[in-house]
T-cell receptor, first 116, second 114 residues
Framework: AQTVTQSQPEMSVQEAETVTLSCTYD???????LFWYKQPPSRQMILVIR??????QNATENRFSVNFQKAAKSFSLKISDSQLGDTAMYFC?????????????FGKGTRLSVIA | DTGVSQNPRHKITKRGQNVTFRCDPI?????LYWYRQTLGQGPEFLTY????????KSRLLSDRFSAERPKGSFSTLEIQRTEQGDSAMYLC????????????FGPGTRLTVT
């Protein structure tokens, strides 16, 4: 069974600074997707960034980028120029690719606070 | 299209009562998922549909839980004889059955069993 581990329950960062959230996963699959989702307080979950395991290049979306290390089964999220609106729970999630569009396996999340 | 909607947003019920939640997915999405999220945890998969067919149910889904998606549109999740341990946020998500496989989440229904 696939598992996703987020070892940092809470983190804080000063506005405009850079922060990195960690995620490791365990799977025997070779092809899969990895995602970072953001859940702001009392608001719905939205996708931040996705990575396909067969792609060597790390995904980037504006201020958000990932460091995908397939051999180490590591998938960290870097947020640059942190903004107050980045305050949220961040969940790392895994989806097997060969099985098609299947349910996500989530980590327990990291609560990020951006401090003015 | 306004995204995935869920009703009600909050539900308080007494132990032993039955409750039903509704999810309206994005209209062109053929896959619909139900997750449960308890305080301090990530969402856990309950069940999912492709069109009207229920493809998989988690071991978390006891016999008191049932889900339907008639006509492949909206879905309902019913919990019979609720227990205090059922208190959680119930999340619905939908997606296209093709890449990029992004799941779009609704706002959730928060259930409190007293």
């Amino acid at each position: 069974a696939q598992t996703v581990t987020q070892s940092q329950p809470e983190m804080s960062v000063q506005e405009a600074e850079t922060v990195t959230l960690s995620c490791t996963y365990d799977t025997s699959e070779n092809n899969y997707y990895l995602f970072w989702y953001k859940q702001p307080p009392s608001r719905q979950m939205i996708l931040v960034i996705r990575q396909e395991a067969y792609k060597q290049q790390n995904a980037t979306e504006n201020r958000f980028s990932v460091n995908f290390q397939k051999a180490a089964k590591s998938f960290s999220l870097k947020i640059s120029d942190s903004q107050l609106g980045d305050t949220a729970m961040y969940f790392c999630a895994f989806m097997p690719h060969n099985s098609g569009n299947t349910p996500l396996v989530f980590g327990k999340g990291t609560r990020l606070s951006v401090i003015a | 299209d306004t995204g995935v909607s869920q009703n009600p947003r909050h539900k308080i019920t007494k132990r032993g009562q039955n409750v039903t939640f509704r999810c309206d997915p994005i209209s062109e999405h053929n896959r619909l998922y139900w997750y449960r999220q308890t305080l301090g945890q990530g969402p856990e998969f309950l069940t999912y549909f492709q069109n009207e067919a229920q493809l998989e149910k988690s071991r978390l889904l006891s016999d008191r839980f049932s889900a339907e998606r008639p006509k492949g549109s909206f879905s309902t999740l019913e919990i019979q004889r609720t227990e205090q341990g059922d208190s959680a946020m119930y999340l619905c998500a939908s997606s296209l059955g093709s890449p990029p496989h992004e799941q779009y989440f609704g706002p959730g229904t928060r259930l409190t069993v007293t």
